[in-house]
């Protein structure tokens, strides 16, 4: 048995059952901690920026942003205030370095606990 995992909407890869299951428990054993960032909460004081309000996702009613600490930072994410945990076991603040991985596709990882992401900013 096989699956079709999208990875975005033009790429994506094929796996074994046994290989997915293997991917999902290395997910689901990853320790979590609340986003330093936002307390938990997926959400970010705009502060003093003048251009808050056109930002992707501004609340006018509480003047805040999604977080970009807990998943608001990738591509169609959503802030979900938990964060993995650096290496001294504490939740991350990320600190994201990123890497060309082909004409239009970027990479970014983390310093301290590895989490990555990717953008596809399109042709």
Not at 25 to 49: F, H, N, V, W, Y
Not at 79 to 102: F, I, S
Request: net charge positive.
């Amino acid at each position: 048995m096989r699956f079709f995992v999208f990875i975005n909407k033009r790429k994506g890869f094929i796996m074994s059952s046994d290989l997915m299951r293997k991917y999902i428990d290395i997910l689901e054993s990853k320790q979590m901690g609340t986003c330093p960032m936002c307390q938990g909460s997926g959400r970010k004081a705009a502060g003093d920026d003048k251009w808050a309000s056109s930002y992707s996702g501004y609340d006018k009613a509480t003047h805040t942003l999604p977080c970009t600490n807990c998943g608001g930072q990738t591509m169609y994410g959503k802030a979900t205030g938990q964060v993995p945990l650096n290496k001294e076991g504490q939740p991350c603040l990320h600190d994201y370095e990123g890497r060309n991985a082909g004409r239009c596709y970027t990479m970014y990882s983390c310093k301290h606990c590895g989490d990555s992401f990717g953008i596809d900013s399109g042709d």
